[in-house]
């Protein structure tokens, strides 16, 4: 758990204008904080912020090589699984190409499909 939480307080470091949207969950809430985040990635492409996403994304990306696998699974289950739900189909066209192809892998492998196929 350790590890997660170290990745969280990462995140709040390298991003820190997503330090009061993941704060409004007590620390231990590692699944909403991380959901948060994944909130506010889709949100930047909602606003037409490609470049926030990106850095977002990219960072999520690089986070999965050689992690460990609790890791892995919290980037999985409550990152990628919950981007781009209840955007709308402009943001998902903006946003989906840009997705790594690794977030995009966990993606489909959930949801069976990519976004608005």
Known sequence: MKTIFNLLDEI???FPEVKALMGIYD???TSFRMEAFSKATTHAFALGNVEQSLRYL???AKKL???EAKVIEH???YYVETL???ASPHTIALGWP???ESLQTLYIN???KAPLK
Request: charged content about 15%.
């Open 12 to 14: 709040i470091t390298q």
């Open 27 to 29: 620390e231990d809430e």
């Open 58 to 60: 990219n960072y999520m």
């Open 65 to 67: 090589i050689n992690a």
């Open 75 to 77: 980037i999985d289950v």
């Open 84 to 86: 781009f739900w209840g």
């Open 98 to 100: 840009l997705v790594p």
């Open 110 to 112: 959930f949801h069976g």
